[in-house]
């Protein structure tokens, strides 16, 4: 195994804006997280040293936004370490003496000014909202050399602003805290701590002007941080926030590395890839996945900054981030909590938070929890968690079959329909007022590849447990706790009822899965197949989408029960890389067509437009390359292809979010990562890639 290393050099730090293009991410498996930029430098209202989770994982509040960091001397003019844009008074311009940033684990900068060297570090507690900021300083100059370190506060909620009115509280000394808000900090620190008149400054934020968002923010300054390296000399700062703990040693961050460097060292290892990139997202991958405290389970949150955990993005990413790295207790966890909390066949979309009912807009996850059953007992060999699951499989089927909510049935055909007035329950599922930019009411191409898929799993796993008692009596609905959907009788102990009514469900053996999926698969042939183009219809809808040229077709080839005949996967793959591949990712669109949006960024409604209309998206490219393989069956010359093409992946950890892939990159020429800067399902797909070539 060959660890992967990222450095940039004074060459990646020419101008600011150069060396503000890249960031770096930590996790806390709590939902919260430490980001900022390469050039140590906040550009976006979400970037933060400590943004803490208050109630895992989504009650996020920023606390520390970033530090402003000077090196200061007698008689001479002092350095900036930090780099900043702010209104209304100079920039911090530390990017200039930065001579190195790196990142493996966590990130490291090495700056040099005044025949000072100051290496500086940030690492993040696993399980706590605890963060460590450590100075190195070698003085080697003939003059002492004072580090002074201001934070910056801000005490909101995550995407909010800081009141003018806020008030803020500092108790001061080697251990203090600031309080505001009735949120309580405490900090560390072998510095001089001393308060300083209240200040307040206004950060301006340029990536997220680019996206139409906010131009910048404030922050409330307290107090300082102040340590002097004398002539000659070295010296080591040490600065801890935590809302968990208020007393720390003098070794303290030096044990939240290790921690931090074991943990991402034992998801490397366990996931046991050969290849460097892989072995990164394989630590990437765990940067995802999180505790939520509303279920006492773990969850994937979909994307940082901005997203929160879905049931369809945790459904596509776990496939890689959980089975392909072989963290099968974490995605028995998961799958546990979907199935306790399915209901009249569909999983949810957002899960309660706060007293709030959970949101079910969503055809696929259901469909896709199926697949995910599939998959992890395909690798863990775990085959009495089928006997667990198979109530709710059972009633997934049977619901999508007689009809549920959001307009989703099976047509006589045997094809499932989704979608209604304003819902849009398929991946594409933007709505800006009463405009739907991708409507896909209908039958989606990909959702119906998924239900036969399902189908066919089914019957698999009805032929596995023949034999077997699969249910159990019906026994007593659960104790539905606050704000909580009635859970299922028998998650774990087999019930043949409905979440809601009591209704018997029907018993369907083997023979009737197989049955509907064969009719299923003549259904598909006839009203998706073009012939004559050689592609698959993206909807079934009597409408001039049907015949658009989408990335969801590359699902009908690459799910591991298809089906199109041989030739027809290969036309489909063919259409796909001539059409809609890049090396980051396919496009929704292909550029010939009138709807066809080249560029991603601007207001919301510009970007929403744009959004699934020709914008290029990481994750189904994953789909992509299994469905090369799967039609070359996976020979060598295969292999080696998809290899090749991969090495282009090590250019797009380097660029934006160190270490992550992102969300979606500008459709006609992806160059520029947008959008989450590090997102769970790009991630987990481009990992089941890896995985395929190594051990398929």
């Known amino acids: 195994m060959t660890d992967m290393k990222f450095i940039y050099g004074k060459n990646d730090f020419k101008t600011q804006e150069r060396g503000e293009e890249n960031c770096w991410l930590l996790t806390n498996g709590l939902g919260g997280f430490s980001s900022c930029t390469a050039a140590n430098s906040v550009t976006r209202n979400d970037h933060a040293l400590l943004m803490a989770s208050l109630k895992a994982p989504n009650v996020r509040w920023n606390l520390v936004h970033r530090l402003s960091e000077r090196l200061t001397a007698e008689g001479v003019p002092g350095y900036w370490l930090s780099t900043q844009s702010l209104e209304g008074q100079d920039a911090e311009d530390g990017y200039r003496y930065l001579s190195e940033f790196s990142f493996e684990d966590y990130p490291q900068w090495?700056?040099?000014?005044?025949?000072?060297?100051?290496?500086?570090?940030?690492?993040?507690?696993?399980?706590?909202?605890?963060?460590?900021?450590?100075?190195?300083?070698?003085?080697?100059?003939?003059?002492?050399?004072?580090?002074?370190?201001?934070?910056?506060?801000?005490?909101?909620?995550?995407?909010?602003?800081?009141?003018?009115?806020?008030?803020?509280?500092?108790?001061?000394?080697?251990?203090?805290?600031?309080?505001?808000?009735?949120?309580?900090?405490?900090?560390?620190?072998?510095?001089?701590?001393?308060?300083?008149?209240?200040?307040?400054?206004?950060?301006?934020?340029?990536?997220?002007?680019c996206d139409g968002r906010r131009e910048s923010g404030q922050t409330?300054?307290?107090?300082?941080?102040?340590?002097?390296?004398?002539?000659?000399?070295?010296?080591?700062?040490?600065?801890?926030?935590?809302?968990?703990?208020?007393?720390?040693?003098?070794?303290?961050?030096?044990?939240?590395?290790?921690?931090?460097?074991?943990?991402?060292?034992?998801?490397?290892?366990?996931?046991?890839?050969?290849?460097?990139?892989?072995?990164?997202?394989?630590?990437?991958?765990?940067?995802?996945?999180?505790?939520?405290e509303?279920?006492?389970?773990?969850?994937?949150?979909?994307?940082?900054?901005?997203?929160?955990?879905?049931?369809?993005?945790?459904?596509?990413?776990?496939?890689?981030?959980?089975?392909?790295?072989?963290?099968?207790?974490?995605?028995?966890?998961?799958?546990?909590?979907?199935?306790?909390?399915?209901?009249?066949?569909l999983m949810p979309n957002l899960f309660p938070e706060g007293g709030k009912e959970p949101m079910y807009n969503t055809v696929d996850?259901?469909?896709?929890?199926?697949?995910?059953?599939?998959?992890?007992?395909?690798?863990?060999?775990?085959?009495?968690?089928?006997?667990?699951?198979?109530?709710?499989?059972?009633?997934?089927?049977?619901?999508?079959?007689?009809?549920?909510?959001?307009?989703?049935?099976?047509?006589?055909?045997?094809?499932?329909?989704?979608?209604?007035?304003?819902?849009?329950?398929?991946?594409?599922?933007?709505?800006?007022g009463e405009i739907l930019p991708t409507p896909r009411h209908g039958k989606p191409v990909e959702i119906n590849a998924y239900w036969y898929n399902a189908l066919k799993i089914m019957e698999q796993l009805s032929e596995m447990m023949s034999g077997e008692q699969m249910s159990e009596p019906a026994g007593e609905p659960s104790e539905k706790s606050a704000g909580e959907p009635e859970r299922n009788a028998g998650i774990g102990g087999g019930s043949h009822r409905t979440a809601d009514a009591g209704e018997e469900s029907t018993v369907w053996s083997a023979e009737d899965y197989a049955a509907l999926a064969e009719l299923v698969k003549k259904s598909f042939a006839e009203q998706f197949w073009l012939e004559e183009e050689g592609y698959l219809k993206d909807v079934v809808s009597g409408t001039k989408s049907d015949r658009q040229i989408r990335c969801n077709q590359i699902w009908a080839v690459s799910m591991p029960f298809t089906m199109l005949n041989r030739e027809q996967e290969r036309k489909v793959v063919q259409t796909v890389w001539e059409k809609l591949y890049t090396p980051y990712g396919l496009r929704t669109l292909a550029p010939e067509d009138e709807e066809f949006h080249p560029y991603y960024g601007g207001e919301q409604l510009e970007r929403d437009l744009a959004y699934h209309q020709g914008t290029v998206w990481v994750f189904p490219l994953g789909g992509y390359y299994l469905a090369y393989l799967k039609v070359h069956d996976h020979s060598v010359e295969a292999k080696e292809t998809v290899r090749r093409q991969l090495e282009v992946m090590e250019s797009a950890l380097r660029e934006g979010c160190v270490g992550q892939l992102p969300e979606i990159y500008d459709g006609e020429n992806p160059t520029i990562s947008k959008g989450c800067f590090a997102q769970a399902w790009s991630v987990g797909e481009i990992l089941r890639v890896y995985e395929a070539l190594e051990r398929i």
């Open 365 to 432: 996850a259901a469909l896709l929890f199926i697949n995910s059953v599939w998959l992890y007992v395909q690798k863990s060999g775990d085959r009495e968690f089928v006997r667990e699951m198979w109530p709710v499989m059972e009633r997934i089927v049977e619901h999508y079959r007689k009809g549920t909510d959001f307009g989703i049935h099976m047509d006589t055909d045997g094809l499932i329909m989704a979608g209604e007035g304003l819902d849009q329950v398929t991946w594409m599922d933007v709505r800006v």
């Open 220 to 292: 409330a300054a307290l107090h300082r941080f102040t340590a002097v390296a004398p002539a000659g000399t070295r010296r080591t700062v040490e600065l801890i926030y935590s809302l968990e703990r208020s007393s720390f040693g003098s070794e303290e961050s030096s044990r939240i590395r290790e921690a931090l460097c074991r943990e991402r060292r034992m998801l490397e290892e366990t996931a046991g890839f050969s290849d460097p990139a892989a072995g990164m997202l394989a630590k990437s991958a765990g940067q995802f996945i999180s505790y939520r």
């Open 294 to 345: 509303s279920t006492g389970a773990d969850t994937i949150l979909a994307g940082f900054p901005f997203f929160e955990d879905w049931g369809r993005d945790t459904m596509i990413a776990m496939a890689g981030c959980c089975i392909s790295v072989r963290r099968y207790e974490t995605a028995r966890s998961i799958l546990r909590t979907f199935a306790a909390y399915e209901k009249d066949g």
């Open 110 to 209: 090495r700056f040099h000014a005044g025949g000072v060297e100051v290496v500086k570090s940030v690492v993040m507690q696993p399980g706590e909202n605890t963060v460590a900021v450590r100075y190195e300083l070698n003085n080697q100059g003939s003059r002492d050399w004072r580090l002074e370190v201001v934070p910056r506060y801000q005490f909101v909620p995550k995407g909010q602003d800081l009141d003018p009115a806020q008030k803020f509280s500092v108790e001061t000394g080697t251990e203090g805290a600031v309080v505001s808000e009735n949120v309580k900090l405490y900090f560390w620190s072998n510095a001089e701590a001393e308060e300083m008149a209240p200040v307040r400054e206004t950060c301006s934020y340029a990536y997220d002007v």
